[in-house]
């Protein structure tokens, strides 16, 4: 079949790829242990499933604003405010169909052929693709695992060229967790400004953050609004990863072409999502610092189990609820192994698949061969089972050898 240029430019997305596999496992009836899906075990809190009931009780099923509902855009900017410092208004905000796709539309209306956006590499499976998409190249700046995958505003400086027209940086990082402080965010801000580069900041787990760090936008600094485009997400902060609704925070300009190209593709959000994300935005948020602490439970014993196994390595994550081990000493050409099983870490995690019935993403799709991805959205127990799998399964691969 022809397909366009476009379309063939990028990749399914490695982490569906890997969901439907276990999917496959699961259906089968087979007892997995899933690390794959990004998204909160918790279920959607109750007040805002009933908002939802409400809106489909009192009709609000009908299109509705393609940007979305107004009482929900400044919603959002009051929520952005004071949790995160911010100071936007209804005409500066656009609600999309997730933060995924309000990535997509402002990729869209400001990168094109010939533009270059830089992207800190491990990095999220769709910020290169996007950018692909929009006819751009992704130019990577590499973080390591060593340095908490910190991403510096100098080496971010380094990569800058005369095409350079955005840098995303997504603080808390999904897959290895980093958190950009403040001071380090500023630095990059400021380059961006003397660049003339958009800078987007990509907040979807921007509540889950854990001690010393704190939930920090880099909209609340003084300036910032114009060169600068916020990512937001009921997806992750309130369990609401199937209601897609997201959305950005941007100079006006921005929200109008961006609520151009919804005008003329999907149209509004769901009618019925934006009635609960307006629950979530104006509710009671208790269920998050909940959620925090059961992650940080979740943290301690994955990152303590996994370093307890021989020849894993890995980072402490400062946010989010991934953890992202380096496992290159079980590849076929790690040195601690020398007969591994594996030859990396996408072969790995299909054999872990398949024979340990363990789920995991491997870290090529994040450009970081030689890692996996393990998200700890999933109960103790399982993680305890899935550590136990893991480590039984490395070290059969070293008696084999
Ligand atoms: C870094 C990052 N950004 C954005 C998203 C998009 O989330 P959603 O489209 O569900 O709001 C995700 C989801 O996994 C993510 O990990």
Known sequence: ?????????????????????????????????????????????????????????????????????????????????????????????????GGKHAIFNAVSVLVQAGDEVIIP????????????????????????AEDGFMIRAAALENAVTAKTRMIIINSPSNPTGGVVPPDEFEKILALCRKHKIWLMGDECYSHF??????????????????NVIIIGSVSKTFAMTGWRIGYALAPEALVQAMTKLQ??????????????????????????????????RRRRRIVDGLRAIPGVTCAEPGGAFYAFPNVAAHLANGSAVSHARAKDSMELARLLLEQAHVALVPGEGFGAPGYVRISYATSLERIEEGLRRIARFLSRAEAAS
């Open 1 to 97: 079949m022809q397909l366009t240029d476009r379309i063939n430019r990028i990749q399914i997305s490695p982490t569906s790829t890997v969901i439907a596999a276990a999917d496959t496992y699961k259906s089968r009836g087979v007892d997995l242990v899933d690390f794959g899906p990004g998204e909160p075990d918790f279920p959607t809190p109750d007040h805002i499933k009933k908002a939802a009931i409400r809106a489909i009780e009192q009709n609000n099923t009908k299109y509705t604003a393609t940007g979305g509902i107004l009482p929900l855009r400044e919603a959002i900017c009051a929520w952005h405010k004071r949790e995160l410092g911010s100071n936007y208004t209804a005409k500066e905000c656009i609600v999309n169909v």
């Open 121 to 144: 590499a491990p990095y999220w499976v769709s910020f290169p693709d996007i950018v692909k998409y929009a006819g751009a190249k992704p130019v990577h700046v590499e973080t390591h």
């Open 209 to 226: 953050v854990y001690e010393p760090h704190r939930p920090f936008s880099i909209a609340s600094v003084a300036g910032s609004k114009e």
């Open 263 to 296: 005008s003329q593709s999907t149209s509004n959000p769901t009618s019925i999502s934006q009635y609960a994300a307006l629950e979530a935005m104006t509710g009671p948020m208790d269920s998050v610092p909940v959620m925090l602490a059961e992650y940080a």
